[in-house]
């Protein structure tokens, strides 16, 4: 019977998989849509809505090859990220490079923590195109205890999840547990049906102060809808 780590390593090889195939010159592996989920407006309205971001240090879990370090580094101090895919980590920092970023830290994750990042280091951690990978509750659950952990006094979890479902393709419960999943990053998806039960669990781990936007769906995504959550610590 598959259990968490059989999971976690399922998700380690597709990302390092995908990863590899990343490059300046094609990069749509692991994103997906890359250009376009930088031209989607609804990043700069709804996932850091209603808080002034300058002069904060922000952490992106799921950071990939740093799309999002890049796209946000004019509205904070420092973005930091944090990946699965130790190949992700080293594509990141050719694109930071790239694009002329010298301040930045990257940390690998066994995809269940944030064990290499300070407590109460972070003013901001936000995850987009995410957490709706990640069709293992526990394994959720884990995570965002500890973004708790690192994150200030006041400070910001936001991020994005699918919310509806897919239509004719089925994704998993919020509180399931599908360690058996044999693909990821798409392909076996959780999906928030019951907005109560992710505000509920939010405040049962101690955030504070939830706000959500139900919106369309962003690029080369087949959830119905996609819902934009921020709570503070």
Sequence with gaps: MANKSDYLNMQNAHYEKYAKAWSLKFRD???????????WEDYDTYLFKDFDTNGLV?????CGPARNLIEFQDRFARVDGIDI?????????INL????????KLYLTSGDNLDEVDSESYDVVFAVICFQHICVYEIRDSIIKDI?????PGGYLC???GFGGKEGIPTAGYFDNVYDATTTNGHADV???NEDDVKNHLEKLGYKNYKSDIRPTGPGDNHKNWI???VQK
Excluded: C
């Design 148 to 152: 708790y952990r690192v994150l200030k």
């Design 85 to 93: 895919a130790q190949t992700n980590l080293d594509k990141a920092k």
């Design 228 to 230: 934009w959550i921020q």
């Design 191 to 193: 999906s928030i049906t």
């Design 97 to 104: 490079e790239d694009a002329g970023i010298k301040d930045y």
């Design 159 to 161: 991020f994005q999840m």
């Design 58 to 62: 922000a952490l992106e879990y799921g």
């Design 29 to 39: 592996p692991v994103v997906g849509s890359y250009d376009a989920h930088n031209q």
